[in-house]
């Protein structure tokens, strides 16, 4: 079982030629509103990847929270842990680029209220596989990362959003997945060692005894154990929407593990499913099925 402990949202997505510099505005091209979230994202992204998944998290009594639980619910999620809160479902302002990048505004709303008590929602076991992210509160995160270890489950953590204040805890995570722009700075707040992020990528694995996994966008994906460093290249596309991408890898990285999946084949398959979501605007109407991942792995070959 798949267990994800985080956020769900609903992403208001307008599309626009350029994206607009600080007090411009800017025409839009388009809008569409999509279930998000960072945690709901990776619940998806597993579901679809073949695994059975638990969610953990809350929405609001609001017109939003049937929107953000509908792929959820049609890709059989477990929701029997997902909460109700006073305050607004989460949502997510997105603005994409022509070139596909984007720009984020996250408004928490009743996200902020999965709190440490809710980990129990979890039924945390043995060989579970835990999902968690920086969208809900940082202690949460912190007691779902001890409650994983007491189990003997297996903890996944993705640092995003970048909160300096959760360096003291990454070490926790038997593999932390960041970003190359998290990375650096969480190795500041860390004060890892080396010349370049290779080498602090050693640094990290050989002060924590845990694994760091750094995703490179189009350049693929470095990963480092205490034992070794592994290089995983991505897809060749042209991307149309990066939302969503790291989440599909983190889903999918997931379910690799849980599914007995050795480490480089776990990452190869997340990372060939976080660039084929690059492929379809949104994030979770863009996360790939199975099915399509593997017919990708096999014409890469």
């Not at 990776?42 to 609001?60: E, F, K, T, W």
């Not at 860390?190 to 640094?203: E, F, I, N, T, V």
């Not at 995983?232 to 149309?240: E, G, N, S």
Request: net charge negative; with cysteine.
């Amino acid at each position: 079982m798949i267990i994800i402990v985080g956020s769900i949202n609903l992403d208001l997505i307008a599309n626009v030629d350029r994206l607009p510099e600080p007090g411009e505005t800017v025409r839009g091209s388009g809008f569409v509103t999509a279930p998000g979230g960072k945690g709901a994202n990776q619940a998806l992204a597993a579901a679809r990847a073949g695994a059975a998944v638990r969610m953990v998290g809350a929405v609001g009594k609001d017109s939003f929270a049937a929107e953000a639980l509908a792929l959820l619910k049609a890709g059989n999620v477990d929701l029997s842990g997902v909460g109700e809160s006073f305050a607004s479902t989460g949502t997510a302002l997105i603005l994409v680029g022509a070139d596909g990048e984007n720009v984020i505004a996250v408004v928490p709303g009743a996200n902020d209220s999965v709190l440490p008590g809710d980990v129990a929602k979890a039924h945390l076991k043995k060989g579970d596989v835990v999902l968690l992210q920086h969208e809900i509160p940082l202690q949460t995160v912190d007691a779902t990362l001890d409650a994983a270890r007491a189990a003997g489950a297996v903890s996944v953590l993705n640092t995003a959003p970048f909160r300096a204040e959760a360096a003291g805890f990454l070490g926790k995570a038997d593999f932390a997945v960041a970003n190359e722009t998290e990375f650096d700075l969480y190795g500041e707040a860390m004060a890892l060692s080396g010349r370049d992020r290779q080498a602090r990528m050693r640094d990290y694995a050989r002060k924590t005894g845990r694994a760091i996994v750094v995703t490179l966008g189009g350049d693929g994906v470095l990963a480092a154990t205490a034992d070794h460093v592994l290089t995983v290249p991505a897809l060749k596309i042209t991307p149309v929407d990066t939302v969503g991408a790291g989440d599909t890898f983190c889903g999918y990285f997931g379910a690799g593990l849980s599914s007995g999946l050795p480490l480089e084949q776990a990452l190869a398959r997340a990372a060939a499913a976080g660039s084929l979501a690059c492929l379809k605007p949104g994030a979770q109407p863009a996360i790939p099925l199975a099915k399509d991942v593997d017919a990708a792995l096999a014409a890469a070959r």
